[in-house]
């Protein structure tokens, strides 16, 4: 059965502390894994897709890596605006589109 | 990149009263999805919407509490029907686009449904 574990459920952090997220994933074949970023009360925002181990994307503060079994969403230098919960969802190949989120991690930066 | 709408973005509702939920795409896209987001949880699909076929349902959801239309390449609804405060959820609808080098799945804002 394909799972996807977010690690910590809620990390604090003090503006400029950088840190990073984990997302330990099994999955038949895997066609994609995605980041999210959702604020309250809103649909999530994309963020990344990933497709093979050592694979890295960055977009301004944040930098997703790859592995085999895992993702970790890196966080440098955060702002408070970076508070948010950042999800984490897996796409295998014979699931015709359909994706598996985590449960996410409440992230909050701190001024 | 996609641009989605939902309608109504929020409602209060009585118990046993049925909604029906709008998405509205800006770009056509084979397949829509339907999620529900519960109180402090994460995503799980509903169901997946095809135009010109029967939506296909995941499990723990059915077609007559929550039916859904594609009649065409860019809108989708969602109904819950006969509503319980156990109903009380957010729903998104989210769209899929897909080649042979990428793949990126877009959520529209969100329907926040109360039950009462």
């Known amino acids: 059965e394909d799972q996807v574990t977010q690690s910590p459920e809620a990390l604090r952090l003090q503006e400029g502390e950088s840190s990073s997220l984990n997302c330990s994933y099994t999955?038949?074949?895997?066609?994609?894994l995605f980041w999210y970023r959702q604020d309250p009360g809103k649909g999530p925002e994309f963020l990344f897709t990933?497709?093979?181990a050592g694979e890295e994307k960055e977009k301004e503060r944040l930098k997703a890596t790859l592995t085999k079994k895992e993702s970790f969403l890196h966080i440098t230098a955060p702002k408070p605006e970076d508070s948010a919960t950042y999800l984490c969802?897996?796409?295998?190949?014979?699931?015709?589109?359909?994706?598996?989120f985590g449960s996410g991690t409440r992230l909050s930066i701190r001024p | 990149s996609a641009v989605i709408s939902q309608k109504p973005s929020r409602d209060i509702c009585q118990r046993g009263t049925s909604l029906t939920i709008q998405c509205q795409v800006d770009?056509?896209?084979?397949?829509m999805f339907w999620y529900r987001q519960q109180p402090g949880q994460s995503l799980t699909l509903i169901a997946t919407?095809?135009?010109?076929?029967?939506?296909?349902?995941e499990s723990g959801f059915v077609i007559d509490k929550f039916p859904i239309s594609r009649p065409n390449l860019t809108f989708s609804t969602l109904t819950v029907s006969n509503m319980s405060p156990e109903d009380s959820s957010i729903y998104l609808c989210?769209?899929?686009?897909?080649?042979?080098?990428?793949?990126?799945?877009?959520f529209g804002p969100g329907t926040r449904l109360t039950v009462l």
């Open positions: 989210s769209v899929d686009f897909a080649t042979s080098s990428y793949n990126e799945q877009f």
């Open positions: 999955v038949s074949g895997l066609r994609g």
């Open positions: 990933l497709y093979s």
């Open positions: 969802a897996v796409q295998a190949y014979s699931s015709a589109s359909k994706i598996i």
């Open positions: 770009s056509q896209v084979t397949m």
């Open positions: 919407a095809n135009q010109g076929s029967e939506a296909t349902y």
